[in-house]
């Protein structure tokens, strides 16, 4: 199953492009897109508990010979703009199966928001992103907060692409906002942000914008591509936006959890392999293994972000490097 929490409305039996209730679904491998009949438990409100046992259930990837207890980890994926329900379950796929390939044992979850099929669809999708974000959290993080007891070492990670990490700052902002999420404990391991299409000055230190995001994680890696044109200031569905961190990356003042991989050299050094994609320079990551290693080694959390096997350059000069 491919386990997955819509905030998509419903018309006439199927996803359509506005905000509605959130739908907490298990999709059958050999489904080609998302279904409301995939629903497990009644459509809004909080997580179910069959749902949340399937998806922990897959998360637990043995014991921790220290404790004793289980562990293991949940990815959960939050998609960008233009991307409808087929294209963010073949990426939730790619991620799922990259991610597997380099050993990854705990289950992907993807947060499906209201996003249209149409690039030019950028500002709606926008107000629609921020209009459900904070889903992201009441639905998704706080539902597997909740479950999580002494017993059972279960760590939470997002990988947020383009707009998903505008979800993302947004949901992690509102909720700290208001005081019965806020005095809650809720937190995730690790996040990491490819072709990121947020404000890069927003992502300094004690901007109050991003402050909340740093406080919930242990670590935020950030992937940038100098060559992504999507993200370019002179692309026209971007006009009046400031530099993106996807694009340019994280600012001289930014915490000290929060690292920067260039991925720049790699992309350009294999962007033959992508040339069969669409705007290829901003969903590659999808599509690379080397990419996929390096975040499955952030995920694992066992090693020092300097010593991940494939970077080389140290702390702020972090550069993405296929391995020899």
């Known amino acids: 199953m491919d386990y ?22 298990a999709v059958p491998h050999a489904a080609g897109d998302i279904s409301p009949a995939h629903r497990i438990g009644a459509a809004g409100g909080k997580m179910p508990d ?13 014991v921790n010979p220290r404790t004793g207890q289980p562990k293991g ?45 149409s690039a ?23 539902g597997f907060a909740a479950r999580q007891t002494q017993e059972c070492e279960i760590n ?9 990490g505008y979800v993302l700052r947004e949901a992690f902002d509102d909720a700290d906002d208001r005081p019965t999420v806020a005095a809650a404990s809720w937190s995730v391991s690790q996040i990491m942000m490819i072709s990121g299409d947020v404000s890069a000055s ?14 919930h994680c242990v670590r935020l890696t950030n992937y940038q591509n100098p060559f992504d044109s999507v993200l370019s200031l002179s692309n026209i569905k971007r006009v009046g936006v400031s530099p993106r961190v996807g694009r340019i990356g994280l600012p001289d003042g930014r915490p000290a959890k929060a ?40 995920i694992q959390g066992d090693v ?10 140290a702390n702020s000069q972090l550069i993405l490097r296929k391995p020899a």
């Open 50 to 62: 069959k749902w949340a046992n399937l998806v922990m259930g897959e998360a637990r990837s043995g």
């Open 259 to 298: 690292v920067n991989v260039d991925c720049g050299a790699h992309y350009n050094a294999h962007r033959d392999a992508f040339d069969h994609l669409d705007n290829d320079d901003h969903i590659w990551y999808f599509y690379d293994q080397t990419f996929m290693r390096d975040a499955f080694e952030t």
């Open 73 to 117: 980890d949940i990815v959960i994926y939050v998609h960008g703009f233009n991307t409808p329900t087929t294209i963010m379950l073949e990426r939730h796929r790619l991620i799922k199966k990259g991610l597997g390939d380099q050993g990854f044992e705990g289950v992907v979850v993807s947060f499906d928001w209201p996003s249209a099929s």
């Open 4 to 25: 997955v929490f819509s905030a998509r409305r419903v018309r006439q039996g199927a996803f359509d492009d506005e905000p509605g209730s959130t739908y907490f679904l």
């Open 120 to 142: 030019l669809n950028y500002l709606e999708d926008r107000s629609d992103a921020k209009t459900t974000a904070r889903l992201l959290v009441d639905a998704g993080i706080s």
């Open 202 to 215: 927003s992502m300094g230190n004690d901007n109050p914008k991003t402050s909340s995001l740093f406080r």
């Open 156 to 164: 939470m990670h997002i990988l947020a692409h383009s707009m998903g």
């Open 304 to 313: 020092d972000r300097n010593e991940i096997s494939t970077r080389v350059g």
